[in-house]
C-alpha cells in the first residue's frame, strides 16, 4: 500500500491550550501526577514539529482530490483503485453489497466505480484506512474493534441524517467515520511514549478521562495535518460543542447528533438511551421534526442490530 507522508510544510493551528490542561487535570481522579504526565505527554506529542500522524495511503489523498472535483473521469478513478488491492477488493465488495447489487454481480472493478460513483469509492478507502491503521492500536485490541464499529456506524447514520435533511454533503460519511478517531490517536500516543509505559501498559480505566477529554482535539489536529477539508476537521474537533465550529456547524451538528445516537443504540459503548428525544435541543437544532426524530432513533437501532450480526 503506497502511502503519503504529511507535507511538513503544512503545520496543524490546533493545538491543547494551558488551559485546557490545567481543566482536564483539576476534572482527574485519583493520582494527580500521572494525569499531569498524561496530559503533558499528550499535549507535547502532537505539538512537536518532528511529530508525524499515521500515514495517509496515497490511495485515499488521491481518491479525496478527485472527488472534490467535477471533471473526475472513471478511467482515471479505475488506474488509482487498481493500485491498491485492499481497496480495489472492498469497492468490488461494496458494489456486490445488497445494498448496491442490483440484478447481475460486478465483475470488474471499472463496472463497481460506476455504480458506485467516486464519492462512495473514496470512503470506501478512507473505511479501509479506518480499519488498518486508524482503529489499530495493540494492547487494546477489544477497544479497537468497538471503535471501528461505531466508526462505520457513524458514518452510516450522518448519512442518513443528512439524506433526511436533504442536507447535500459528500462529506457526511468521513465526518462520522472520522468523528472519534482521536479516542484510538490518544490510546496510540500512549502506547509510543517509554515513560508512560515504564510500568506496562495502563489499564484503559486509568486512561479513559484523557482519551474522552483530548480525542476531539488530537483528531481534529491529525485530520488537519493530513491536508482534509476544514469541514471534516471541525466535526471531529467540536461535535460534543458545535456552537464552537466555525466552517459548518450544520454537519458538526450532524456529527453531534450522530454521536449522540450511536451512545442511544449501544454502538461501541453501553446503550444510554436518549431521555425524551422529542424534546433534545439538538434534534431542534437541526430543524428535525418529530416524525423524523423517531425515524433515525429506529434507524441507529437496526445499525446496531445490523452490526451485531
Request: charged letters at 25%; a neutral charge.
Amino acid at each position: 500500500m503506497t502511502t503519503k507522508r504529511t507535507d511538513s510544510s503544512h503545520r496543524s493551528h490546533i493545538t491543547i491550550s494551558e488551559m485546557d490542561l490545567i481543566k482536564f487535570i483539576k476534572r482527574s481522579w485519583g493520582d494527580e501526577t500521572f494525569a499531569k504526565r498524561l496530559g503533558w505527554a499528550i499535549k507535547t506529542t502532537i505539538e512537536s514539529k518532528t511529530y508525524k500522524p499515521p500515514l495517509l495511503p496515497e490511495t485515499a489523498v488521491r481518491l479525496s482530490e478527485m472527488a472534490s472535483r467535477r471533471d473526475c473521469d472513471v478511467r482515471d478513478v479505475e488506474n488509482v483503485v487498481k493500485q491498491d488491492p485492499i481497496v480495489a477488493a472492498h469497492v468490488l465488495s461494496v458494489a456486490n453489497s445488497a445494498f448496491y447489487s442490483r440484478r447481475s454481480p460486478t465483475r470488474t472493478l471499472k463496472a463497481a466505480i460506476t455504480r458506485l460513483g467516486i464519492t462512495t469509492v473514496r470512503d470506501v478507502a478512507f473505511k479501509v484506512v479506518a480499519q488498518t491503521q486508524i482503529f489499530k492500536v495493540p494492547g487494546y485490541v477489544d477497544r479497537m474493534r468497538e471503535l471501528f464499529q461505531a466508526a462505520q456506524a457513524a458514518g452510516t447514520i450522518a448519512k442518513q441524517i443528512c439524506r433526511i435533511l436533504r442536507f447535500e454533503s459528500e462529506l457526511a460519511y468521513l465526518c462520522g467515520l472520522l468523528h472519534d478517531m482521536g479516542e484510538a490517536m490518544v490510546l496510540n500516543i500512549i502506547t509510543n511514549n517509554e515513560p508512560l509505559m515504564v510500568d506496562g501498559l495502563p489499564p484503559l480505566s486509568a486512561v479513559e478521562p484523557a482519551v474522552t477529554f483530548f480525542h476531539g482535539t488530537v483528531g481534529a489536529r491529525i485530520c488537519d495535518l493530513w491536508g482534509l477539508p476544514p469541514l471534516i476537521v471541525d466535526a471531529v474537533r467540536f461535535h460534543h460543542q458545535p456552537e464552537r465550529s466555525a466552517n459548518s456547524s450544520q454537519m458538526t451538528l450532524v456529527v453531534a447528533v450522530t454521536d449522540m445516537l450511536l451512545k442511544h443504540a449501544g454502538i461501541g459503548v453501553p446503550p444510554e438511551p436518549i431521555e425524551d428525544p422529542l424534546e433534545h435541543p439538538r434534534f431542534f437544532e437541526l430543524n428535525l421534526s418529530p416524525n423524523q426524530v423517531k425515524d433515525l432513533l429506529a434507524f441507529a437501532e437496526n445499525v446496531a442490530e445490523s452490526e451485531g450480526e
